[in-house]
T-cell receptor
């Protein structure tokens, strides 16, 4: 099983603050993803990356940014948090290849963000 | 883009069989995957169909029909611990992004 870590697990902050959600994986996976999910709802892709120095925006319009300077690290930054950003943020990774292994996403435990 | 629709809720009895459907509209994808997510937890991978037909993994089976733009997850011998949300997902052939379906909350009752 892949090991993928997200910190912090919970975060409560005030409006206007800059925050960075951390995501790291130890399996050398090329592909990494950020999803936003409200309770009981579907996962919305906000950013993804094929590898180092490659990032793309997902389907959900987001005011966040990401970077991929190292294979194992894919942080997400909100320059100015707002109450509408309150949600769970899930990071995932997968191998680059063909077939089943390429399709299997491994998820971190998530960061529950509350913006007051 | 990709659009995957699932029933929002399904209830089934312990020990029974339940089918969770996924209908999709897509411009091209590699295959259909299924994930399980318990309340408060992260999604975990269950199965993947690259080709049409049935894939079996223990109590779980998954089916894909590209001609019908349709797939399903079949859970047999339901257990209380199977109560969770289930999501289908596809990886876009062009942009490589992975899109998830609307999700189905399964409740298993005694």
């Amino acid at each position: 099983e892949a090991d993928i870590y997200q910190t912090p697990r919970y975060l409560v902050i005030g409006t206007g603050k800059k925050i960075t959600l951390e995501c790291s994986q130890t399996m050398g996976h090329d592909k990494m993803y950020w999803y936003q999910q409200d309770p009981g709802m579907e996962l919305h892709l906000i950013h993804y990356s094929y590898g180092v120095n490659s990032t793309e925006k997902g389907d959900l319009s987001s005011e966040s940014t990401v970077s991929r300077i190292r294979t194992e690290h894919f942080p997400l930054t909100l320059e100015s948090a707002r109450p509408s950003h309150t949600s769970q943020y899930l990071c995932a990774s997968s191998e680059r290849g063909k077939g089943r292994n390429d399709e299997k996403l491994f998820f971190g435990s998530g960061t529950q963000l509350s913006v007051l | 883009g990709q659009s995957l629709e699932q029933p929002s809720e399904v209830t089934a009895v312990e020990g029974a069989i339940v089918q969770i459907n996924c209908t999709y509209q897509t411009s091209g994808f590699y295959g259909l995957s299924w994930y399980q997510q318990h309340d408060g937890g992260a999604p975990t991978f269950l199965s993947y169909n690259a080709l049409d037909g049935l894939e079996e993994t223990g109590r779980f089976s998954s089916f894909l029909s590209r001609s019908d733009s349709y797939g399903y997850l079949l859970l047999q011998e339901l257990q209380m611990k199977d109560s969770a949300s289930y999501f289908c997902a596809v990886r876009d052939r062009g942009y490589q992004k992975v899109t998830f379906g609307t999700g189905t909350k399964l409740q298993v009752i005694p």
